[in-house]
């Protein structure tokens, strides 16, 4: 049933022209690792560091969950389970490791859902965010590269995780010090995926010409990549808690400032570093290294960096006036 319905939106997509698979394109860029961060990073320094910290540690339980569920299940991809479904465009890029659930899912309901769950946002841009949890899901199963329960059981979780980080946040808050033991567990629990992905074992099936549908260990480098990220994000929370504490109560030049000095930070860690350090440590160590850097940029290094800056030069001024 779930390939049937992948068909008959495929029909249709061919039927009615490129123009809504172009348009469910960008809704799925919506959900995309780079982008959710990018996303996340600018809400975390400019916007709000309270909501910013609690969509990474949404986003990073979130990253936690995926990975264990498709390590479990070893899920196939729909045009590897039917050669019928024929991906549209260049979405099947996007489509990293096993199928169930959706990350593209998850991730939208960890930024777009989780900020929707909070009470303090306006009715209606809540409900603008619900919407786009909702398009960025079903655009995998338009594009062809999700069936319907990958998605509905990711935006669920992803969901789910969002409104019990929100819980636990309020529990941190009330005293303040539990970060710690909460960072603990976190990185205890991300520890034992590092070490589920290293040593479960994964099926095994091959095609026609006798060879492997698909290989385990590269089906295994989303799970490497949640455990880099958010271990990196837990690291980084508690040091900025304790050694940073910035404010985004400032002025628009400093926040505009702030963006593009960490976003360009961002991009040199992500598309120069990142690459290097993969060259340097191959396999799982270098993914989890590399993805490591990559959120420590964002949660510690340039908050600390930022709030070093800003605090030289208010004394600088304070002495010239």
Known sequence: MDIGILLALQDFRNGTGSHLAEFMSKMTFLGELNTVMVIMAAVYWCVSRNLGAYLLLGWSGNRLVNGVLKLTFCVYRPWIRDVRVV????SINTATGYSFPSGH????????????VRGDMPRGLRAVLGAVVVLVAFS????????????????????????????LMRWVEARPQRDIPVACVGIALFVLLAL???????????????????EGAKMAADAYKGVGWGTAFLVG????????TFSTDVPLITKMTRLSAG???????????????????????GIMTSCFIQMAWISFIFPWLFQRVET????????LS
Do not use: C
């Not at 991906?87 to 260049?90: A, T």
């Not at 899912?105 to 929707?116: D, F, H, L």
């Not at 929370?237 to 940073?244: G, H, K, P, Q, S």
């Open 196 to 214: 589920y992905a290293a040593f479960k074992p994964y099926p095994v099936d091959y095609d026609a010409d006798g060879k492997v549908l698909v």
């Open 105 to 116: 899912s998850m991730n939208a309901a960890s930024v777009y859902g989780g900020a929707a």
């Open 140 to 167: 995998r199963n338009f594009l062809g590269v999700h069936t319907p329960q990958d998605v509905l059981v990711g935006a669920a979780a992803g969901m789910l995780v969002m409104w019990l980080v929100s819980r």
């Open 312 to 319: 030289r030069a208010a004394r600088k001024a304070a002495a």
């Open 87 to 90: 991906p549209y465009g260049n």
């Open 263 to 285: 976003l360009l930070g961002y991009y040199a860690v992500s598309l120069i570093l990142v690459p290097l350090i993969k060259g340097w440590i191959p396999g799982a160590v």
């Open 237 to 244: 929370w508690v040091l900025e808690r304790r050694f940073v």
